[in-house]
């Protein structure tokens, strides 16, 4: 199981993240869990004026116990003075993705048929293509 670490400090590194993580996996006689893989999530943001930069930590445990004790331990906690938030990382696939619109396949065809028919503006109405035709719906549309 993989444990997503969300908003990390730009600074830190993959052995901070993992001693993070082992304090969440320390019990009061012994470890509960080791720590196998530790990677670090660059996520970018880019628009016309800026670019800003998104860090998560992605740690991936033994065993999936530890895991949640990990996730219920390290919940509300900060590292490099940045408050955390620690939960189970989901793969997301075309089947399991959240932000995908409830529209089916037969939806988007029929739209895409309505929206290329010829002569039909987006109000159903005749477009008029021909000299005089086309000057009179210009004043009309005035």
């Not at 969300?6 to 304090?23: A, K």
């Not at 992605?58 to 408050?83: F, H, P, W, Y």
Request: one cysteine or more.
């Amino acid at each position: 199981m993989i444990i997503f670490i969300r908003n990390i400090h730009p600074g830190t590194t993959r052995n901070e993240l993992s001693n993070f993580v082992v304090t969440g996996l320390k019990g009061i006689f012994f470890n509960y869990g080791h720590v196998i893989k530790v990677g670090i999530l660059v996520v970018s943001d880019q628009n016309r004026f800026s670019q800003t930069y998104q860090y998560h930590g992605l740690v991936q445990l033994d065993s999936e116990d530890a895991c949640r004790m990990v996730i219920n331990k390290l919940r509300g906690k900060t590292l490099k003075n940045r408050r955390v938030l620690v939960k189970e990382y989901v793969w997301r696939s075309v089947r399991n993705d959240r932000r995908k619109k409830t529209s089916t396949s037969a939806e988007i065809r029929e739209k895409r048929v309505k929206d290329r028919r010829v002569g039909i503006n987006r109000k159903n109405t005749p477009v008029m293509f021909s000299g005089e035709k086309l000057k009179l719906h210009r004043a009309k549309a005035k």
